[in-house]
């Protein structure tokens, strides 16, 4: 049995399934996990999203920022739409409602205690722990379960607060909590998130830096694995693992298997062009 983990998927399933064919991929015995976002701007976004949603047990998936757009889009959060969404064909499936509560009903952290590996969409502020952020996760997920996500969804869009306080609460606390997880690159050193800046380390404004090198980070004693940072590409260093290496830009989609830590990538068609959001 191997667990291999895949970067950003973002409706590219043509290369996913060339992917799972170089690793010899066996439903039955391995399993995989998704960094989130496994839906929009590539062309596949509804055969993405019913592809892993049927892999069962054998898939595992945290909650991405598109993967959180189309959710607020099928509520009716259309002045939200981008030129470049892709995610018409999901809002006009028959299945749609069935895709959409499947999808909302997935976490925004996955944490394996056994071998204390964390996965999660974008990346977490300095001052929580682990603990701290499984908490907060859950938070946002018992919501989000629940017959009030639609109130969460109207209030989940913004950049602020911009610094974690723990006597946050109601719709700040779990925006903060959300723009964390699936949106987070580059922080200050006091936690302070710099959500605009989306290029390559070196770009980021001044007195910032990617949210993973943050002095003092209380979570760097576990290993995360997280997507989200095209720019970054793979990504091996201060006990995190990138692995959003472009699929969707032209560059690979990449898995690293959990157990020996190998890398696979395949190559994929340029779908987007560089510097698109």
């Not at 969707?248 to 989609?253: A, K, N, R, T, V």
Request: net charge negative; with cysteine.
């Amino acid at each position: 049995m191997a667990t291999y983990v895949i970067g950003d998927l973002q409706g590219c399933l043509d290369p996913l399934l060339q992917l799972l064919e170089q690793v010899g991929f066996d439903r039955q015995q391995d399993r995989l996990w998704f960094t989130g976002d496994l839906v929009n701007r590539g062309p596949q976004s509804l055969e993405s999203l019913r592809f892993v949603k049927e892999l069962g047990d054998s898939a595992l998936t945290v909650l991405g920022n598109h993967d959180l757009h189309l959710i607020a889009v099928s509520e009716g959060h259309d002045k939200y739409l981008h030129r470049d969404d892709t995610l018409g064909d999901i809002l006009a499936a028959p299945d749609r409602d069935e895709l959409l509560r499947w999808l909302r009903h997935r976490p925004l952290l996955h944490y394996d205690e056994q071998r204390d590996l964390a996965m999660v969409h974008a990346g977490l502020p300095p001052q929580w722990t682990i603990q701290e952020a499984r908490g907060h996760a859950r938070e946002v997920e018992s919501v989000l379960r629940s017959d009030d996500y639609r109130d969460f969804l109207d209030h989940m869009y913004g950049n602020q607060p911009d610094r974690w306080q723990a006597d946050l609460t109601g719709h700040e606390r779990r925006r903060f909590i959300v723009n964390c997880l699936t949106r987070l690159r580059y922080c200050s050193a006091d936690g302070r998130l710099a959500l605009d800046a989306k290029g390559k380390p070196g770009s980021q404004p001044e007195d910032t830096m990617p949210w993973f090198q943050a002095p003092k980070r209380k979570s760097r004693m576990t290993r995360i694995l997280f997507g989200h940072w095209s720019t970054l590409g793979l990504y091996r260093d201060d006990n995190v693992i990138a692995l959003d290496t472009g699929c969707l830009w032209g560059g690979s989609l990449t898995a690293i298997r959990l157990e020996d830590g190998e890398i696979f990538s395949q190559d994929c068609p340029q779908t987007k062009r560089p510097g698109m959001a």
